[in-house]
Nanobody
Framework: QVQLVESGGGLVQPGGSLRLSCKTSGINFSAFTMGWYRQGPGNQREQVANIGGSGHTFYTDSVKGRFAISRDNAENTVYLQMDNLKPEDTAVYFC???????????WGQGIQVTVSS
């Protein structure tokens, strides 16, 4: 059974930091590109960042220089370090696993991140 379990969300003040984790099980983790997506109130789900099995990364423009994605293949976990958070970062954040050589995809259940004073 495939599971993606996010943790680390919560309420933080503007300028603060959070570190999201996504622990996976049931997949060959190193064969998957891992990504973080978010969906804010009234918005469509958008890609935030992803990281390939070799470590190649992508970031959407709005988070460049503030967020950092990383992965630990030994722990089957992907992380999203979020610094200098802004109110517009408020959203439900989702972890996504997509197998590199085909379209097999799995999603986590999502975790709330709220940036507010």
């Amino acid at each position: 059974q495939v599971q993606l379990v996010e943790s680390g969300g919560g309420l933080v003040q503007p300028g603060g930091s959070l570190r999201l984790s996504c622990k996976t099980s049931g997949i060959n983790f190193s064969a998957f590109t891992m990504g973080w997506y978010r969906q804010g109130p009234g918005n469509q789900r958008e890609q935030v960042a992803n990281i390939g099995g070799s470590g190649h990364t992508f970031y959407t423009d709005s988070v460049k220089g503030r967020f950092a994605i990383s992965r630990d293949n030994a722990e089957n976990t992907v992380y999203l370090q979020m610094d200098n958070l802004k109110p517009e970062d408020t959203a439900v954040y989702f972890c996504k696993a997509r197998r590199t050589y085909d379209t097999e995809t799995y999603w986590g259940q999502g975790i709330q991140v709220t940036v507010s004073s």
